[in-house]
Structures are given as C-alpha cells and as structure tokens.
C-alpha cells in the first residue's frame, strides 16, 4: 500500500489534534482511561479518514461498514474521532462523562449516532461483530464488520468461543484488530496472564494473521487492504502500539491505563502535542 507523502501528513496531523481532544476531554473530565486512546488515534484515523465506508450526514446508510469497539473504556478516541469525521459538534467533546451527556464513559448505542453497539465489559464485542458479519454473508452484503479489541481482553473466555465461531463459518467480511500495547490496569499483560503466542493461536483457529505497527498509516492502510482480498477467513491484525502515544511522560506507563491528566499534567501533554503538531511536513512520517 502507498499513500503520497501529502496524505500521510495529512492523516498525522488529524491524528494529533485527535490526541489533543482526548488530553483536553479526560482532563475536563476528571476521569477516564488516557493510555489506550492516545495510542489508537492513529488506528482510528485510518479508519475514519480512509478505510470505512461511512456518511456522518447518514449514519444508518444500509451499506456502511460496521465498526464494533470492544474494549469500550477507550471511547474518548472513539468520540474524538466522530467529532472530527462530522458526527456531532466539535464543542460536545468536552461534555464527556457529564450528567447527561451523549459521550457516556463507556459507549452507549441509544445515546449517539455512529455507535453500532453498547460497550462495557470487556469480551463481548468479537461475538457481536461476529453474528453481524455471518448475517451480512447470508445477506450477501457489501458491507464488512471491524472490531477492536484490547490485547487483555484476550483473557476473557468469551472471545475465543467468538474465535471459534468466525473460523468455523468463514467470517472473511469480518476483520478484527488487537490494540497489542502489552499493559492492562494491574500491569503489563505478560506478567498479569502471558498471551503469547498470540498470532498462533488465531491462526490454530482458522484466522489469517497480520502484525503490523500500529503507527504506520501505510501499515495500518495496506493491512486492512490485505484484509478484504482474503475470501476463505476471517482477519486479524495485530497492531502494535505505544500507551500514551504522543506524550512522552504517559508513554509504556500502566499507571495511566485508567487515570485522567490534571491541571498541569495536561498543560504539559498538549505542549507537547502541538510542538509535534508543528513538525509533521509532507514526506515525514514514522
């Protein structure tokens, strides 16, 4: 997959104002998770600005691509990202957890145009993704299902019944995406309960495998480009990223897994931010 110089500027700078819009809202906030949303930003910027088929002017369309976030708890990135596709009004970000409010803490179908479904507990979100990409073959649908799923969801038994099930019936409308950042709440997640080796086991249940750096927009693009030419399996991608991405004292630190930044803490994140935000030219990229 090649993209120009230009467009990989362009979907790094989006990305960064996405990770000043999660810094600004957790702060706003007082809650919430900072590490796993600073690290998907690029993720979901590839999503949102090139690879979905989706209209912010018609969130139902029939044809649009199904995206299901599993591991709910990073929905400020999720949130960030609507806002900026066109979804709801830039200023409700910093609405997030309020009374009231439509960004709940966790992601809430009934309350938001864009969200396919309900997230809070972890493990879920395979198996719906799944029962919609099986009902989309039968429908012999164009529309294809993502779902995003936290490595240490991984530990959840529920979601390899789900792994099961997508081999068995040859879900290659369905492509899933691991958010393998290697921390959860308690620690990092081969000291709380080693998940290697990943790749294998998904491939020992009928899944084609993909790692990639989950940074790299030519990467994060071309995989899931990869994704649609396979028609005997479902795909998953195991996307490699830095908790806390962008902000250096935040970055490979469990400790900011659940926790939002203060007052100063989040002066000093989005200097940061913008200090980068100055340097992304055509032809710079990771």
């Known amino acids: 997959m090649s993209l120009s110089a230009q467009k990989i500027a362009e979907l790094e700078a989006k990305a960064t104002f996405i990770r000043e819009d999660i810094i600004t809202m957790l702060y706003q906030a007082g809650s919430g998770h900072s590490a796993g949303p600073l690290g998907m930003a690029d993720i979901f910027t590839a999503l949102y600005f090139h690879i979905l088929r989706h209209n912010c002017k018609n969130p139902q369309w029939q044809d649009r691509d199904r995206l299901v976030l599993s591991n709910g708890h990073i929905c400020p990135v999720l949130y960030a990202t609507l806002a900026h596709a066109g979804y709801f009004p830039h200023h409700e970000l910093l609405t997030l957890r309020k009374l009231g409010s439509r960004l709940q803490g966790h992601p809430h179908r009934g309350s938001l145009l864009g969200l396919e479904t309900t997230s809070g507990p972890l493990g879920l979100g395979l198996s719906q993704s799944s029962g919609m ?24 038994g529920n979601v390899w019944e789900a792994v099961l099930f997508a081999g068995k019936y040859k879900l290659h409308n369905l492509t899933a995406l691991i958010d393998r950042n290697n921390i959860q709440i308690d620690g990092f997640t081969e000291d709380v309960m080693p998940l290697e080796p990943l790749k294998e086991k998904y491939e020992a249940f009928g899944w084609h495998v993909l790692e990639i750096d989950g940074h790299n927009f030519e990467a994060i693009i071309g995989s899931f480009e990869e994704a649609k030419a396979i028609f005997e399996k479902p795909t998953l991608i195991i996307a490699h990223t830095i908790p806390g991405k962008g902000v250096d004292f935040m970055e490979n630190d469990f400790q900011w897994h659940g926790k939002p930044p203060d007052k100063e803490e989040a002066r000093k994140a989005l200097k940061e931010l913008r200090s980068l935000q100055g340097k992304i030219q055509p032809g710079h990229h990771d």
């Open 133 to 156: 990409a099986l009902a989309g073959l039968r429908d012999e649908a164009k529309w294809r299902v993502v779902c995003l799923m936290s490595d240490a969801e991984q530990d959840c």
